[in-house]
């Protein structure tokens, strides 16, 4: 029992090939629990290859997650994690400089805001602007007045 015997054939490659494999599959009958393993991993791999943009998207936060958990966990003490909290906010600290350098360049008017016309400047302008126009002679009633003149 256990023990195979040959039958007297001529050995060929296929032959040989097709008695490995019949061993090794005497070897690996799998059980019934490894057959739902092995149907529900087949099915994940599966949606993973159609639903791939939400695969890398898992495998991206999952990877994230573990970034933090073991830069966490590598911190002895809280002065650790308050100097990499330092050198996070180093580059918003810069980005900072950066804007309030450009924004003491600009006009200002003493205060160091930017100028810009009020809303009273505008409408003063818009105002000036109309009563300039109506004190001018219009053109299309003088021609009107002609016109009327001559018939």
Same mark, same amino acid.
Do not use: C
């Given at each position: 029992?256990?023990?195979?015997?040959?039958? &007297?054939?001529?050995? =060929?490659? *296929? =032959?040989?090939? %097709?008695?490995?494999?019949?061993? *090794?599959?005497?070897?690996?009958? $799998?059980?019934?629990?490894?057959?739902?393993?092995?149907?529900? @991993?087949?099915?994940? +791999? &599966?949606? +993973?290859?159609?639903?791939?943009?939400?695969?890398?998207?898992? *495998?991206?936060?999952?990877?994230?997650?573990?970034?933090?958990?073991?830069?966490?966990?590598?911190?002895?003490?809280?002065?650790?994690?308050?100097?990499?909290? @330092?050198?996070?906010?180093? $580059?918003?600290?810069?980005? /900072?400089?950066?804007? %309030?350098?450009? /924004? +003491?360049?600009? #006009?200002?008017? @003493?205060?160091? &805001?930017?100028?810009?016309? %009020?809303?009273?400047?505008?409408?003063?302008?818009?105002?000036?602007?109309?009563?300039?126009?109506?004190?001018?002679?219009? #053109?299309?009633?003088?021609?009107?007045? =002609?016109?009327?003149?001559?018939?």
């Amino acid at each position: 029992e256990g023990l195979r015997i040959k039958e &007297l054939k001529p050995e =060929t490659a *296929i =032959t040989i090939l %097709s008695e490995e494999a019949e061993a *090794i599959l005497e070897d690996l009958r $799998p059980s019934p629990l490894q057959l739902l393993g092995i149907g529900v @991993g087949a099915a994940a +791999a &599966l949606y +993973a290859l159609v639903e791939w943009e939400k695969t890398l998207q898992l *495998i991206g936060v999952i990877g994230v997650g573990q970034t933090i958990y073991r830069r966490v966990a590598s911190y002895e003490n809280s002065e650790d994690l308050w100097k990499d909290v @330092g050198l996070l906010l180093s $580059p918003v600290r810069v980005g /900072a400089q950066a804007v %309030s350098l450009v /924004a +003491a360049k600009g #006009d200002t008017n @003493g205060n160091g &805001l930017p100028v810009s016309p %009020s809303s009273s400047d505008v409408q003063n302008r818009v105002l000036q602007a109309a009563a300039k126009h109506e004190s001018q002679p219009s #053109d299309e009633g003088s021609q009107q007045d =002609t016109l009327l003149n001559t018939t």
